[in-house]
């Protein structure tokens, strides 16, 4: 899409959200008279937001204080009108390709799991770990028979990262029977207290923007994420990792 460069995803973002100048809005209007494809993004973030207030509507009046990042662990960005659950758009994060040297010869024989490994010894690292900025770390999950997943995580900033799949059109059928890493490592940065995992699992295809979108909600109160999480999923079967942030 041939974007006027001085017309990023954000400053839409906030245009949508009435957060602009006047000058800037003279600007935006300017360049959506003559940018189809910038009227089509804009078209875009309206309707994710008209959405969210169709599924959560007791959420469609949130003060604009509360707006948190979102930021996609994907290989290509995506941009989330979230304006009404206070969720913006940010640039990706610095990703690291994934390679064969986690162990993947675990073959699975209960229920769901989410592991994750530190990448620079492959040791895989137990729940509330202790870790500090820039390490990079490698996520991997286990299912048996035929099962539908999301991953994301949520730090201490209320910052949501979706894992996996790695698009919001991507399919949420699983591996199954062996330990499979994502396909992306994952570089911590440098928000305080905490980054939480969590895999949410179904027998039936999962539908990624609600399940995105309630992870939004979720990071509204940063705090209480994994006290919320038994409860907004509580429907499906859930997974959790803590890493704490030193």
């Known amino acids: 899409m041939n974007r006027p460069s001085h017309i990023s995803v954000l400053m839409l973002e906030r245009y949508n959200c009435g957060e602009v100048t006047a000058e800037e809005k003279e600007q ?3 360049a959506l008279d003559s940018d189809a494809g910038l009227s089509q993004a804009l078209a875009d973030i309206r309707r994710s937001d008209f959405e969210f207030r169709n599924t959560y509507p007791e959420h469609s009046s949130l003060p604009k ?6 930021r996609t662990a994907a290989v290509a960005p995506i941009a989330l009108g979230l304006c009404a659950a206070a969720a913006l758009f940010a640039a990706m994060l610095p990703l690291f390709r994934s390679d064969a040297s986690v162990p993947m010869t675990d073959r699975m024989k209960g229920g769901a799991e989410l592991t994750v490994y530190l990448k620079t010894d492959n040791a895989k690292l137990p729940d509330n770990a202790v870790l500090g900025a820039g ?3 490698q996520l991997a999950y286990m299912v048996s028979g035929n099962r539908y997943g999301v991953i994301f995580s949520i730090d201490g900033r209320g910052a949501v990262t979706m894992h996996y799949p790695y698009s919001m059109e991507g399919s949420t059928l699983l591996v199954s029977g062996k330990r499979t890493a994502l396909e992306d490592a994952y570089t911590l940065d440098d928000a305080p207290d905490y980054e939480i995992f969590f895999f949410v699992i179904d027998d039936e295809p999962l539908n990624v923007t609600k399940i995105m979108n309630s992870a939004g909600i979720m990071a509204l109160n940063p705090g209480t994420v994994l006290e919320q999480s038994s409860r907004v999923f509580k429907d499906y079967e859930i997974k959790t990792v803590v890493l704490r942030k030193e």
């Open 28 to 30: 935006i209007e300017t």
């Open 65 to 70: 204080s509360g707006k948190k990042k979102y």
């Open 135 to 137: 390490n990079t770390i």
